[in-house]
């Protein structure tokens, strides 16, 4: 019969992070679903047509919004 003593099993770490902050990370993915929002050719700025600025303003967005959530998220 084996009589060695069996290891004790490591504790397993459980992220539980549930900050009502999180839901602000769902802006960045709809707000570019709104199909709405290039249905037209105008206003241009600096000569490019509203779906190519756009596209740059929905990057700082998410940039904006993922900074954001990260601050108020974070233990100190």
């Known amino acids: 019969m084996d009589t060695e003593p069996r290891p004790e099993p490591t504790p397993v770490a459980v992220n539980r992070d549930h900050s009502p902050w999180n839901w602000l990370l769902l802006i960045p993915i709809v707000v570019p679903l709104l199909t709405v929002l290039f249905n037209a050719d105008s206003p241009r700025l600096f000569g490019f047509p509203r779906f190519y600025w756009l596209q740059l303003a929905f ?18």
């Open 59 to 76: 990057i700082l967005l998410g940039v904006g919004t993922t900074t954001l959530v990260y601050q108020m998220t974070r233990r100190r």
